[in-house]
């Protein structure tokens, strides 16, 4: 089974709509992590959580709120979602040393 | 942070030696180096870290010179399935607080 998992994998949606996009690990990690992705680009950061009680912005947080609900989960939600969101969004684990963060499969957000 | 290049894209063939430079003038003393593979639709993979001198592991080779504000990432003897986008990472990965940022990366494509 995989480390990280998200879901959905795959997600169209409308102007204005909600949308939760969901983040487990099994790794055991303390800290947790949203990056976005477009098309031929890097990946940029959303948000990020160094344990349950801590959430930090990243570089692109704007319109964009996260949940931790216990060390395993991270939940990405776009309160009311834009078309200029549509982009690949990965969610990502590492330990407190930060060596290497460990990358889930990624959520397709398609909005129209 | 400090901010890196890297050539946008590089071509070779299987079984030859592939050198990806990435320039970082700004690095600070607590930075480290990571790189990073990443195929179609997947999440980023690590591959190596290094803070100075040559680091080795079953899969690549990190060189480092003495001022750090460069590191060439050397692949062995590539192969088609190393087709991929490499990105260079700069930053204290340990330090509370800390974001790496993924600049563009480096798409190199494997010929037969």
């Known amino acids: 089974d995989a480390d990280v998992t998200q879901t959905p994998r795959n997600r169209i949606t409308k102007t204005g709509k909600r949308i939760m996009l969901e983040c487990s690990q099994t790794?055991?990690?303390?800290?947790m992590y949203w990056y976005r992705q477009d098309p031929g680009l890097g990946l940029r950061l959303i948000y990020y959580?160094?344990?349950?009680?801590?959430?930090n912005k990243g570089e692109i947080s704007d319109g964009y709120s996260v949940s931790r609900q216990a060390q395993a989960k991270f939940s990405l939600s776009l309160e009311s979602a834009i078309p200029n969101q549509t982009a690949l969004y990965f969610c990502?684990?590492?330990?407190?040393?930060?060596?290497?963060?460990?990358f889930g499969p990624g959520t397709r957000l398609t909005v129209l | 942070l400090a901010k890196t290049t890297q050539p946008i894209s590089m071509d070779s063939y299987e079984g030859q030696e592939v050198n990806i430079t990435c320039s970082h003038n700004?690095?600070?003393?607590?930075?480290?180096i990571t790189w990073y593979q990443q195929f179609p639709s997947q999440g980023p993979r690590f591959i190596i870290q290094?803070?100075?001198t040559k680091v080795t592991n079953e899969v690549a080779s990190l060189f480092i010179p003495a001022d750090r504000k460069s590191s060439t990432l050397s692949l062995p003897r590539v192969s088609l399935s190393d087709t991929a986008v490499y990105y260079c990472?700069?930053?204290?990965?340990?330090?509370?607080?800390?974001?790496?940022?993924f600049g563009g990366g480096t798409r190199v494509l494997v010929k037969p």
């Open positions: 990502a684990t590492s330990d407190l040393q930060g060596v290497e963060q460990f």
């Open positions: 290094g803070y100075k």
């Open positions: 700004n690095i600070a003393t607590n930075d480290y």
């Open positions: 790794k055991g990690h303390d800290r």
């Open positions: 959580s160094f344990d349950v009680k801590d959430i």
């Open positions: 990472l700069v930053g204290d990965i340990r330090a509370a607080g800390n974001k790496l940022t």
